[in-house]
Nanobody, 122 residues
Framework: VQLQASGGGLVQAGGSLRLSCAASGRTWIGYSMGWFRQGPGKEREFVGAITWNGGATYYADSVEGRFTISRDYAKNTVYLQMNSLKPKDTAVYYC????????????????WGQGTQVTVSS
């Protein structure tokens, strides 16, 4: 069972990045997927989540309208499209999976991927 996050990098403020979270090792049907981040000196925070069937998405207020989560079942991959990036978005971004979207929104996940660094310069 593995979640592999990728796509991080250095981008200027106002730019965009798309993160990917590839899942392998089991069937992910029934699992909601979430994105989290941890900035320098900060606690890990919820960024957004998508239900197992892709029917609903949830976002933190700080990213609402700028970030979009989607999933591709054929590729077992979840994406986080990040637009209008700001320096305060700088963080290590993690993906996680759980059968409960509610738990993800509370920061709880059964499976976690390693992080990918996103740095936004001003």
């Amino acid at each position: 069972v593995q979640l592999q996050a990728s796509g991080g990098g250095l981008v200027q403020a106002g730019g965009s990045l798309r993160l990917s979270c590839a899942a392998s090792g089991r069937t992910w049907i029934g699992y909601s997927m979430g994105w989290f981040r941890q900035g320098p000196g900060k606690e890990r925070e919820f960024v957004g989540a998508i239900t197992w069937n892709g029917g609903a998405t949830y976002y933190a207020d700080s990213v609402e309208g700028r970030f979009t989560i989607s999933r591709d079942y054929a590729k077992n991959t979840v994406y986080l499209q990040m637009n209008s990036l700001k320096p305060k978005d700088t963080a290590v971004y993690y993906c996680a999976a759980d059968t409960s979207t509610g738990r993800l929104r509370r920061g709880i996940g059964k499976y976690w991927g390693q992080g990918t660094q996103v740095t936004v310069s001003s």
